[in-house]
């Protein structure tokens, strides 16, 4: 009973702090505060936003978990590439894909879509730089959500260590670069 307790006691605190910030937003308590980027102590990062830049990524997760995070951008971007990161826990084999997705003031929106068919693992890691040819002009108040649906548990054809378990576990990354303003 008192593990059940306590377990209860961490989602919530969990929970809360994934509200108290009014930009990022999880769906899932299967997560872990994992992030591509941050101070090096593994605590959840805040994104890292200014006229020019944007970096946001979601927790890392377990695939059986949904991942669903936004961020309102505070700064008018005219975006000239996006680098959209995925990465997994080393020694896990598993498909999968996430899309980011972008609703502008206006109620316009489009999204961008990665797949990662990751069959033997290197490094874990995957990068896919995206130049566009003519730049995408997104708007202070645009939400950006990084959404990868829950999988079912047998696309997991090889789980490694995943905190005190073997699983497969998930993180997205989306990089915004810029003009200067």
């Known amino acids: 009973m008192k593990a059940i307790l306590a377990r209860l006691v961490v989602l919530l605190a969990l929970s809360v702090g994934c509200t108290e910030d009014r930009h990022v937003h999880a769906s899932t308590a299967d997560c872990f505060p994992e992030r591509f980027f941050g101070d090096g102590s593994g605590n959840a990062q805040a994104p890292i936003e200014n006229a020019d ?4 990524a979601s927790q890392a997760c377990a695939i059986t978990a949904n991942v669903n995070e936004s961020y309102t951008l505070k700064f008018n971007h005219t975006v000239q ?14 498909e999968w894909a996430f899309w980011v997705d972008f609703s ?12 990662y068919d990751k069959h033997q693992d290197v490094s874990g890691n995957r990068h896919e730089w995206r130049p566009f040819p003519v730049p995408i002009h997104l708007p202070a108040g645009t939400v950006i959500t990084i959404r990868r649906p829950a999988l079912p548990s047998g696309f997991c054809t090889k789980p490694a260590p995943w905190g005190d378990t073997l699983a497969c576990a998930t993180g997205q990354k989306i990089e915004l670069v810029g003009t200067l303003q």
């Open 104 to 115: 502008l003031p206006s109620g316009r929106s489009f999204s961008l879509f990665n797949q």
């Open 53 to 56: 830049y944007l970096q946001f």
């Open 81 to 94: 590439a996006a680098d959209m990161q995925m990465g997994s826990n080393t020694g896990s084999k598993f």
